[in-house]
């Protein structure tokens, strides 16, 4: 099962990733949790893309790419993926799909989080808030700031991405402020479909 979740920075997607990983023995593929990994170990595409996160920017196309292509080939993704922060662009979207065919695949579902994001900004403040009271560090790019851009750079460059899937009618919706339980549920019927 091969799947892409689309939506806001904080819209949920990696709560929801992690549950339908355990449920469907599949691997959890998040581009920010593999650029954050290779920043820590100072690896060159580390190197390249630490400030342009820090500044809540998007990765080169060409580095998100190349990381993806390479991680798909892993053992654990032998009985498929989510993708939780890729595609975020269109060159990006196509890529995935041009990989995919080149394996004779396609992707199984696209699904994506519909949030309102006065609200979600409201909870990116009480999360720093909460860490910094429990003397936590607020990770840099998600302190209120940050997350502010990051949510310009979603609008600017991810959100053509609904209509890049709806256009080829592949893009299912699910109302992810609902509860947890409510959002997981609607997920879990649209990949039973
Ligand atoms: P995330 O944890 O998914 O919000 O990603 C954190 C940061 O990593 C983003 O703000 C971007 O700077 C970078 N990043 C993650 N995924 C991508 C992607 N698909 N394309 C470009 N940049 C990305």
């Known amino acids: 099962m091969k799947i892409v979740f689309l939506g806001p920075p904080g819209a949920g997607k990696g709560t929801q990733s992690e549950r339908i990983v355990k449920k469907h023995g ?10 954050r990994a290779a920043v820590k170990a100072g690896t060159p595409v580390g190197q390249k893309a630490k400030s342009v996160m820090e500044a809540g920017e998007l990765v080169s196309d060409e580095i998100v790419i190349g990381i993806v292509a ?3 080939e892993q053992p654990d993704c032998a009985n498929g993926f989510i993708l939780d922060g890729f595609p975020r662009t269109i060159a990006q979207a196509e890529a995935l799909d041009n990989m995919l065919m080149a394996k004779g695949m396609q992707l199984d579902a696209v699904i994506e989080l519909l949030v309102d994001e006065t609200r979600l900004l409201e909870r990116i403040e ?10 936590g560090q607020v990770r840099e790019d998600d ?8 949510l310009d750079a979603y609008h600017a460059q991810t959100a053509p991405l609904s209509d890049f899937y709806e256009i ?3 893009r299912r919706t699910v109302d992810g ?17």
């Open 177 to 193: 402020m609902q509860p947890i339980d409510k959002v997981a549920s609607d997920i879990d019927r649209i990949l039973a479909a």
């Open 168 to 170: 080829t009618g592949r």
């Open 126 to 135: 009480k999360r720093a808030r909460d860490t910094e009271a429990a003397g």
């Open 143 to 150: 302190t209120p700031e940050a997350f502010k851009q990051r």
């Open 70 to 72: 390479e991680r798909i």
């Open 26 to 35: 599949i691997a959890q593929l998040s581009t920010g949790d593999m650029l």
